[in-house]
């Protein structure tokens, strides 16, 4: 069956950073745009980045400049470099897998804490 697994998460001071890891199984990874998405209590859940199959990348505004998502065909893994940790940046990160316009996700990760104090 088809799984998408997050690591890489954790507690983390303002400032600092994590580099978030999804290592996918039982899809055909590199035909898929892989998406960085988040949600906060409350909140929608919504995108950070994605990257298609041939390298092309689209991030969220606020998010640009701090963050790089990256991949790994070869090893079915899309990462997510955050930097400058800010107090508004915590939340579940999940990762997803589906086509790179629109907004259709065919599979979700189950999410991984990030949590952002001093």
């Known amino acids: 069956q088809v799984q998408l697994v997050e690591s890489g998460g954790g507690l983390v001071q303002p400032g600092g950073s994590l580099r978030l890891s999804c290592a996918a199984s039982?899809?055909?990874?590199?035909?898929?745009?892989m998406g960085w998405y988040r949600q906060a209590p409350g909140k929608q859940r919504e995108l950070v980045a994605k990257i298609s199959s041939g390298g092309s990348t689209n991030y969220a505004d606020s998010k640009k400049g701090h963050f790089t998502i990256s991949r790994d065909n070869a090893k079915n893994t899309v990462y997510l470099q955050m930097n400058s940790l800010k107090p508004e940046d915590p939340a579940v990160y999940y990762c997803?897998?589906?086509?790179?316009?629109?907004?259709?996700?065919?599979?979700w990760g189950q999410g991984t804490q990030v949590t952002v104090s001093s």
């Open positions: 039982g899809i055909i990874f590199d035909i898929y745009t």
């Open positions: 997803g897998a589906g086509p790179w316009a629109g907004t259709r996700i065919d599979y």
